[in-house]
């Protein structure tokens, strides 16, 4: 009868220690990229992305940029949260790690390290098992001003063949996703830490208005996915709200999801405002109405 119960007992021990690691069992590896090793003139330029492949890739992907004021960076709670949230859906995620100016960079260092991204992910994409023409960019804060630039700008302004990169993938994103974004640079409505660290601390007016998101739509962009709250204390609502009537004005396939209270900052953690409004659940169905997720994913 002892050896029975030891027998017992050691099953029992071996099935919680299995469940134990079945429910810690990651389902995607991750591996650092650095953008600029092998580029001449910018060896010593340590931005980078974490790459997270999920097991069961299904073609999208997506580089996340996170928020911080042009000054710093929300790796975890922007960044790796995210990147989590895609793999599950079977999203191959790229966190950048952009210049910012805590280290001394302005522009157009932080457009230089997504352009250098997307054309990265665009060229291994056979190697990643990725398709080149499901390639979104999600940011927030500071983050959603760079995304949504690359989405304004990705056909005029090439940071990339000035460096003597030979570009040859296009840099233009599917989808984008601007996440409680900055957006204008203007005097009454700016966020003026991220227009400082971006432009300097005396911008003329002219790089005020070139940088101002609401003034530079053009007349094609791709679908977009705007997030903000009302109640926001950081980036003032409005910035949202200027962005998409500027959208709408050019006819511009774009989705506003709009909450009353949430603040600033709230990624993709689980937190209050996520376990109230479960915005990426909303933000799902968007991305497989366009066809960037299958249903069921």
């Known amino acids: 009868m002892r050896i029975k119960k030891i027998l ?34 910018m060896q ?14 299904n073609g999208t992907s ?3 940029c996170p928020g911080g004021s042009y ?5 975890e709670n922007e960044g790796n949260t995210t990147a989590r949230w895609f793999c599950k859906k079977g999203v191959t995620a790229f966190v950048l790690e952009y210049r910012t100016a805590k280290d001394g960079y302005h522009y157009p260092a932080m457009m230089q390290d997504l352009q250098r991204a997307i054309q990265i992910v665009r060229e291994k994409s056979e190697l990643w098992d990725l398709s080149k023409d499901r390639l979104g960019l999600i940011g927030f804060s500071a983050g959603g001003h760079l995304v949504a630039w690359q989405a304004e700008h990705s056909q005029d302004t090439d940071c990339l063949t000035p460096l003597g990169i030979t570009v040859t993938e296009s840099l233009t994103p599917n989808f984008v996703i601007p996440v409680y974004p900055v957006v204008s640079m203007q005097d009454d409505i700016a966020h003026r830490w991220s227009r400082k660290s971006l432009l300097g601390s005396a ?44 959208l709408k004005s050019k006819n511009i396939d774009c989705t506003f999801a709009q909450y009353e209270w949430g603040g600033h900052g709230f990624g993709m953690s689980e937190n209050r405002f996520m376990k109230a409004f479960k915005w990426n659940e909303a933000l799902e169905l ?12």
């Open 286 to 297: 968007w991305l497989i109405q366009k066809g960037f997720l299958s249903d069921g994913v």
């Open 203 to 246: 911008p003329t007016q002219d790089k005020k208005d070139s940088f101002s998101l609401e003034l530079t739509v053009p007349d094609k962009m791709p679908p977009i996915y705007l997030v903000a709250c009302h109640n926001d204390p950081v980036v003032l609502f409005e910035n949202s709200e200027r962005l998409y009537a500027a």
């Open 71 to 75: 000054h710093h960076l929300g790796v």
């Open 8 to 41: 017992l007992e050691a099953i029992f021990l071996t099935l919680i220690f299995s469940s134990v690691l079945a429910s810690g069992k990651k389902d995607f590896r991750t591996e650092k990229i650095f953008l600029w090793q092998g580029v001449g003139g």
């Open 44 to 57: 010593s330029e340590l931005s980078l992305m974490t790459a997270f492949f999920p097991d069961k890739p």
């Open 62 to 64: 997506v580089i996340i």
